[in-house]
C-alpha cells in the first residue's frame, strides 16, 4: 500500500509560522508534522509514500534527505501551481502514483496512529472515509452527511451535516481506478483549481458508489490551519508523537515530476 500526503499548499492563516517553513515542516514535540506522518503509516505497514509539495519544495527534500529514522520509499511531487489551487490538483499531479491500493492523507493532519490503523482495518468496502462528530459544524470545513454508515455527501456548505472529515481516506483494488477517472473528470470542470480532493469522492457518490465513513470517536486528531491550531498542536504532543526507535534505518527519497 501507498500513502500520498497532500502537503503542497502554503498556509498564510498561520502567518507569520510558514513565512518561510512549508506546514509540513513546523515542529510540534520536537518533531515535524511531515516526521509525525511518516511515522504513523510506516508502523502502519504502509511501506511507499508520495508527497505532494509546492511552497518549501527545497527545504522539504533537504529535510528528507537528512531523515534517517524512516525504512520507507519517499518520493516527492511537485506542484508548480500551488499558490493558486487546492488539494484536488496536487491529488491529480500524482495521479501516475495510484498504481496500488493508496491512502490519501492531507498534509497539515496530526493524528495518534490509532486514526490510521481504524481506517486500514476496513476492508467491507473499497473506499472509507474518516470522519469526526462534533457538536459545531464550520460551513468553510469538509463537512459530511452520512446515512447508515455510508457518505451520502461531501463537500463545504452542507446544511445539516453528520460529521467533519479529517482528512484521511483508503481506496483499494478497482477503486483507485475509478478515483483516478474522477479526478481526472473533475480537473475539466470550472473552477476545479480551488476544490478539494475530496470532490472526486463526490463525484464518485453521485454515480451510486459506495463510501464507508470510518468515525474515530474520541481518538485525538486535529489539523493545523491557525496560530491558535499550532498552539493546541504543542500542547498535546504527547496524544500523537511517537518516540524514535533505537535502530534507524536508511530510506530511499527521489525527487521527481
Known sequence: MKAIILAAG???TLYPYTRYIPT???????KTILEHQINCTRNCRINEMIIVVGFGLEKVENFLRNYG??????KTLHNPFYQNTSSLISLWI?????NEDTAVID???LFEI???KRTLRVRDEKTCLCVKREPIYQRENTNVLIIRGRVVRIGENLTTPSAKSVGISVHRGTDVE?????????????GAEKRRYTSAIQRLIGRGHSVKSVDIGELFWMDVNYPSDLSKARFNSAEFI???QRERVLRVVETGL
Open 10 to 12: 502554503r498556509d498564510i
Open 178 to 190: 475509478l478515483l483516478k477517472r474522477a479526478v481526472e473528470e473533475e480537473i475539466r470542470t470550472e
Open 69 to 74: 529514522g524512516s525504512g520507507m520509499k519517499i
Open 94 to 98: 500524482a495521479r501516475g502514483e495510484m
Open 24 to 30: 509540513c515542516l513546523l515542529n510540534i514535540g520536537g
Open 114 to 116: 490509532e486514526v490510521l
Open 242 to 244: 511517537r518516540r524514535p
Open 107 to 109: 498534509g497539515d493532519n
